[in-house]
């Protein structure tokens, strides 16, 4: 059995769209795809008149060798957003097939699933927000065609144990792919499970250059997987997914320069998200700072509507999360500069934010 055998038969089959870029090969004058013959102004040697690589050689060789893979195991399009939507497109026929989820995670696993119309089965994590596998294993359906799991979970911040990924993906293999979403390893000490594709064909890791690599703008993430998935994957990604500045930014930040830079800055966060949950822990009106492997904490207050307020009120935007299943009185605050994590606690400890001063401005 292959791996392919869970995809979608319609789109092992189609053909693809055959690019004028994809066709090329060799030449010179290239009047092949109706591209400006001219540069357009501010261009300075980039190129932007001609269509962008479909997948660029040195960014592809770049990523591969930062997350240790082969070239032909990686696809890079625009945010694992992009791979997630490409995997769910390939894997669930609408209305038959599911993804399963562990809740609270990650929003865009079931934001694509509806856009498919796959089904969503949900296996909710623990009490203690870690995941259970035998919960993921009895509620596996055969319509179940992906697992996404996100380690460290967003927005919890927990890392899922290798141990579990490897059972996962051994009990799931013929049956469903393992997706695991790597969009905070490298703030975590767990370390990635990339090298494990090799041994589990079922097992696609997301990764993401928008949080450590500080390229949230530029939309550059890649998928990790089996070489035969990634190749029905390239069957129906749009034809030029990535912007020539876009690729430009993401060589630049690859470079060695660029690379020293991403480790001191996590470093850097790691150090403040450690100072921040003593800090917070330490603070009255603070109920739970949840332990975080990410570069976010998930802090559970007495008031949390209060403390939302309070903050946006002097000029400070951190993400409620009270929406999400047990999570209910949470904020999840990202780890900012020095500077901007000292002006989030100084407004924790100001008088109107302790229940006394809250009470007196209400009455
Ligand atoms: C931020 C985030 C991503 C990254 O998405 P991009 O499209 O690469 O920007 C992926 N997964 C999770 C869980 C995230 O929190």
């Known amino acids: 059995m292959s791996v392919l055998d869970l995809a979608r038969p319609e789109i092992r ?28 102004v501010g261009d300075d040697g980039l190129g932007c008149n001609r269509y962008p690589e479909p997948q660029p050689a040195a960014l592809v ?27 769910v497109r390939a894997f669930c026929r609408a209305g038959r097939d599911a993804i399963l989820i562990q809740p609270p995670t990650f929003g865009m696993y079931a934001v694509s699933a509806r856009v498919q119309d796959a089904g969503i089965v949900e296996v909710p994590l623990a ?15 055969p319509a179940v065609k992906l697992v996404f799991i996100c380690t460290p979970n967003n927005p919890t911040g927990q890392p899922v144990p290798r141990a579990a ?3 996962l993906a051994q009990a799931l293999s013929g049956r469903a792919l393992l997706v695991v979403d790597e969009a905070y390893v490298e703030f975590s000490d767990a370390g990635s ?11 696609a890791v997301l990764r993401t250059l928008s949080k450590a690599w500080a390229l949230a703008g530029a939309r550059i993430g890649s998928l990790l997987a089996n070489a035969e998935v990634i190749a029905l994957l390239r069957r129906i990604m749009a034809p030029y997914p990535l912007p020539l500045p876009c690729v430009e930014a993401a060589l630049m930040a690859l470079s060695g320069w660029g690379q020293a830079n991403a480790r001191e800055r996590i470093g850097i966060v790691c150090e403040q998200r450690a100072r921040m949950q003593t ?30 307020q309070g903050l946006l009120a002097a000029g400070i935007v951190v993400r409620d999360v009270r929406r999400y299943p047990n999570l209910g009185d949470a904020l999840r605050i990202t780890i900012g500069t020095p500077a901007e994590n000292d002006r989030v606690l100084a407004v924790l400890k100001s008088p109107a934010m302790d229940g006394q001063g809250v009470a007196e401005g209400a009455a």
């Open 13 to 40: 089959a189609m053909q693809p769209y055959s690019s004028a870029r994809m066709e090329a090969s060799g030449g010179e004058v290239f009047l092949n795809a109706n591209e400006s013959a001219w540069a357009p």
């Open 61 to 87: 060789d770049a990523l591969a060798a930062l997350y240790g893979v082969r070239r032909e195991q990686l696809l890079v399009g625009r945010g694992s957003d992009e791979a997630i939507d490409l995997l």
């Open 127 to 141: 009490a203690d927000f870690t995941l259970d596998v035998d919960a993921v294993l009895a509620a596996l359906t």
């Open 165 to 167: 990924v490897e059972r």
């Open 193 to 203: 499970v990339a090298a494990l594709i090799d041994r589990y064909d079922n097992l």
């Open 279 to 308: 800090a917070l822990r330490r603070l009255p009106g603070v109920r739970e700072v949840l332990p975080s492997q990410a570069n976010f904490l998930a802090v559970r207050f007495d008031e949390a509507t209060v403390v939302y």
